[in-house]
């Protein structure tokens, strides 16, 4: 589940940096989270084409039920900003099976002048993949 408060979002060198917060709503332990490439090889996409990208790691590769995994992201300074941000994370179970879940939220700095309530968390689908492959698209600190 996202959880995003614009009142820690800042401006630091004409570039806003915002805070970003999953927080593990299943029934187990999630291991190797990893921020994972779509496939135009970007980890964060927008629908508008703006440029996001990863500003801070992940602060954990791991999240037990209810803790919560946060990183940071990054885009210019605009004045008119209304962006459906979208990345995904993928991450495995204690035995080994592999996840990958899709987030999506608006950013704005026109009407909200911060996140939008209009968010989505998607289901985690299970994939089946070369775990070589899996850990070639991820961006995490392990």
């Known amino acids: 589940m996202l959880k995003l408060n614009s009142k820690k979002i800042r401006l630091e060198n004409g570039r806003y940096i915002l805070p970003i917060q999953i927080v ?5 332990t999630a291991v190797n989270v ?3 490439k779509y496939d135009t090889d970007d980890f964060i996409i927008t ?20 803790d919560a995994i946060t990183f940071e992201i990054t885009t210019e300074e605009e004045k008119n900003i209304n962006n459906i941000v979208q990345f ?10 592999w996840y990958e879940q899709e987030f999506s939220f608006i950013y704005d700095t026109i009407f909200v002048h911060g996140f939008s309530r209009d968010m989505e968390s998607k289901r985690p689908k299970k994939i089946d993949e070369d775990f070589n ?10």
Do not use: H, P, T, W
């Open 34 to 36: 990893g921020l994972r």
């Open 24 to 28: 593990n709503v299943g029934k187990g």
């Open 133 to 142: 492959d899996i850990l070639g698209g991820i961006y995490s600190q392990v």
């Open 88 to 97: 995904k994370i993928v991450f495995s179970d204690l035995i080994g099976n």
């Open 47 to 66: 629908k508008e084409g703006k440029a996001y990208y990863v500003y801070d790691y992940l602060n954990y590769s791991y999240a037990c039920e209810k």
